[in-house]
């Protein structure tokens, strides 16, 4: 379980113990001052700040770390009962519980975000390949096909809403997501990674076959500043591919 999605109360709950527990492990080490190595305390007060620094939690980690650093001088370090530290090693060990609070921590926030990252990338090719599975044995009408992918498109760049427009846009100027999933708007190529969609105007998607327009999407981010990655604008461009083909061809002009 991601306990970055915790309710709040639980987080709290769980920043709590990591101040706490430590504390008690501490006291409970100092009664046995003459039976341990100062290591063997080190290590198990080591185990207690990895076990919540990898919750991903990084405020838990962090507490952890000085709770754990915090305690060790006062009951385990000498002299006892007292903040100071007399001896070189002590102050060491000390110093070490910090360090890897903080390095463990970081650690485990990095791997919860590549493991993200791996879901939602899972997601994108889950998405195409439902797309062109179903554009391959026509399960679906053509604007059920393009309902069902606009709301993909949606989710994957993060949009308020994207609907599929027959036929060219209304405004030629209007800001476009072009094929290698750069934006073009007003004569240069934004980066919307860096700089976001734009949110006073829609943005359009176009659906094409070669050369020929089948039609296209219009992207809406007004709520709210959209920051897709470039990765991100390809799928989107990827799934209007495979819309294009299910499309019929736009009848001649009269």
Known sequence: MDLRRL???HRGVTVLTGAVLPLVAAW???LFRSDLAAATDVLVLVALVVLFSATGIRTAGLVAALSAAAWFDFFLT???GSFAIDKPNDLEAAVLLLVIGGVVTETALWGLRQEAALSRETGYVDGVLATAEDVTHRRQSPEQLTTAVAGR???VLGLDACAFVAGGPSDASAPTLQ???TLAYDDTTVNVHRDGLPVDTTVVLPVTVGEELRGHFVLTATSHVARPTPEQCRVAVLLADQVAGALPTP???T
């Open 7 to 9: 309710p709040r109360q």
């Open 28 to 30: 409970v080490l100092s």
């Open 78 to 80: 000498e002299p006892f």
């Open 153 to 155: 498109i949606r989710d």
């Open 179 to 181: 094929h290698d999933g």
């Open 251 to 253: 009848g001649p002009s």
